[in-house]
């Protein structure tokens, strides 16, 4: 089939409403920001990101990156850049022998797997159903059953990308292994763009069982204690997460204990449950115990509490593994600053016990704790920002580090490696992309370029 022309609009020739979709169409949080790429190409081919990444090198300007376009802080769009849009740059196929799937990088974890799993197979992506794997997988990929399975990065096989000077390469653990090395957890900073995965699959489990207990926010700290303690040694196929929210048609703040258990067969379902639903504290809204439910369901209910066409505020926190993490979290869970947001913890233990393979990803700890601040109006801005900062700010003595993937560097810095890891990452972009092609981490003032993220310990950005 032949490559068409670079499908390239530019900002300057382009009429407003088609240069404006191309922009931020495809970013998912409605505070759109304020910035505004030279050209923007949609790419349905990768030697139309060589292309552009070439183009890019003769200008002089940089160029930025977007997969599924879910970043909270659109990491993509950037002032005077080329804006790479790889949506439609579409292929996914699955050798099912060799338990491979390729795919490229603006394939969703639902595509893949409504792929994977009438073949008996699952790939453990992102929760919500439209996240891209692209950089979903570069920032780690906190994906399904994360604290047994592990992180999906290290599903990765290999990988093509083009580097910063327009080269097409492919990396593994054997080939080009410095690119490899940084594509597990370099995050935005990767310094090439990746044009197609190659992911290791697992076997589907035969059976998936939930137990969903809602409580009063009252009983914020009884049901905390309980989750925090019988998580690190619950069964290796349970998924466990507390979240405080205010539930569809109860109204009222809340705090949820959500497991969900893969399993290969009903009994073994029914028993890696029974120890939470034995011990459950008393006085629950909801009881929903032991009930059947599938990827599908889990994809829709995560699709449910992230909408789209909602404004987006998220932080996060990996919290020591001695803290106590009932009181650290309690501000966070019980003054939530809209009913349509969420706090989250996610139970890591026992997997962030483990030494992790060779890659950039470094940062883990017992306890993930996320704040998903959604509102709808522009005026409710400053009010939900202010809170998640002040949250964020209590929080932080008790933090050891965060995420990449829920995280915004205009807005604090923080640890997102091990200071070995990130010393390392931080030479290798230099030496594959020395002229800071590749935008990097969008940090205040947009200005890390070749240096990348200074991993210190907690500062607060303005609000700007």
Not at 321 to 345: G, I, M, R
Not at 381 to 409: E, N, Q
Request: charged share 20%; aromatic share 8%; proline share 6%.
């Amino acid at each position: 089939m032949a490559i068409t022309p670079l499908p390239i609009i530019w900002q300057k020739d382009a009429p407003k409403d088609t240069y404006e979709k191309a922009r931020v169409g495809r970013v998912f949080n409605a505070r759109r920001p304020g910035r505004y790429p030279r050209a923007v190409v949609e790419a349905t081919h990768p030697a139309h990101v060589q292309e552009a990444v070439q183009l890019a090198n003769k200008l002089g300007c940089r160029v930025s990156v977007r997969s599924g376009g879910h970043s909270w802080a659109a990491w993509s769009v950037r002032d005077d850049a080329i804006l790479i849009d790889l949506g439609n740059m579409k292929h996914l196929e699955v050798d099912r022998e060799k338990k491979i799937v390729a795919a490229s990088p603006s394939t969703t974890g639902m595509m893949l797997n409504e792929k994977l799993v009438p073949e008996g197979l699952l790939f453990c992506g992102g929760h919500c159903p439209d996240v891209g794997i692209g950089g979903f997988l570069l920032q780690g990929g906190m994906g399904w059953n994360c604290k047994n399975w592990g992180w999906a990065c290290e599903q990765i096989a290999g990988i093509d990308m083009v580097t910063a000077a327009g080269e097409s390469l492919h990396c593994s653990e054997t080939e080009n292994s410095e690119l490899f090395w940084c594509a597990r957890g370099a995050g935005p900073g990767f310094p090439a763009i990746v044009t197609r995965f190659y992911l290791r699959v697992r076997p589907r489990p035969e059976v998936m069982l939930k137990s969903i207990f809602i409580y009063p926010i009252s009983q914020y700290k009884v049901v905390m204690d309980w989750i925090t303690k019988i998580s690190p040694t619950s069964d290796d196929g349970n998924e466990i997460v507390a979240v405080g929210l205010t539930p569809p048609g109860l109204d009222q703040p809340c705090i949820m204990a959500n497991t969900v258990t893969f399993q290969s067969t009903h009994d073994a379902a029914l028993a890696a449950l029974e120890p939470i639903n034995r011990t459950r504290p008393s006085g629950a809204l909801v009881e929903i115990i032991s009930e059947p439910t599938s990827i599908a369901e889990q994809y829709a209910d995560q699709a449910a509490a992230n909408p789209s066409n909602h404004r987006y505020c998220a932080e996060n926190a990996y919290l020591a593994n001695d803290s106590d993490a009932t009181a650290v979290l309690e501000k966070a869970f019980t003054t939530l600053p809209h009913q349509k947001s969420f706090a989250l913890w996610f139970s890591m233990a026992p997997g962030s016990r483990r030494v992790l393979p060779d890659m950039a990803l470094s940062m883990q700890s017992d306890h993930y704790f996320a704040l998903y601040t959604i509102w709808e109006k522009a005026e409710d801005d400053k009010r939900c920002r202010t809170w998640v900062h002040d949250v964020m700010k209590d929080i932080t003595p008790s933090s050891v580090g965060a995420y990449l993937g829920d995280s915004d560097f205009q807005q604090r810095k923080t640890k997102f490696w091990t200071d070995e890891n990130a010393e390392k990452l931080m030479k290798l972009r230099k030496k594959w992309d020395p002229k800071g092609v590749v935008s990097g981490y969008l940090d205040a003032g947009d200005s890390s370029g070749v240096n990348g993220l200074d991993n210190g310990e907690w500062v607060a950005s303005s609000l700007a």
